[in-house]
């Protein structure tokens, strides 16, 4: 089971950006797949990004334009790129891995990300 640590989190007016990161305890390439989750106050827990082995990324409708997933293999890190944020994109961000199938089933603790005016 890996161990994921998430990082970037914090206090943003609109239209700002914030850069999160993830280290895993094992390699981002020993996985089948990374990803990044959000889940607002009250409401479920959602896929916003990921990004295969091979590199394919995916990102949900609403955030698709504005945020970017990405990886450094050499620093072992999966990031994400949020710009022009919004306070709806209010929520603690978890980093995710799909270690054995496709689907995700570990998550780390989770960064809060708050934007407001």
């Known amino acids: 089971q890996v161990q994921l640590e998430e990082s970037g989190g914090g206090l943003v007016q609109p239209g700002g950006s914030l850069r999160l990161s993830c280290v895993p305890s094992?390699?981002?390439?020993?996985?089948?797949?990374m990803g990044w989750y959000r889940q607002p106050p009250g409401k479920q827990r959602n896929l916003v990004a990921s990004?295969?082995?091979?590199?394919?990324?995916t990102y949900a409708d609403s955030v698709k334009g504005r945020f970017t997933i990405s990886r450094d293999n050499a620093k072992n890190t999966v990031y994400l790129q949020m710009n022009d944020l919004k306070t709806e994109d209010s929520a603690v961000y978890s980093c995710?891995?799909?270690?054995?199938?496709?689907?995700?089933?570990?998550w780390g603790q989770g960064t809060q990300v708050t934007v407001t005016s």
């Open positions: 094992r390699s981002i390439f020993s996985v089948n797949a």
């Open positions: 990004i295969t082995k091979g590199g394919a990324t």
């Open positions: 995710a891995a799909a270690e054995k199938g496709w689907g995700f089933s570990t």
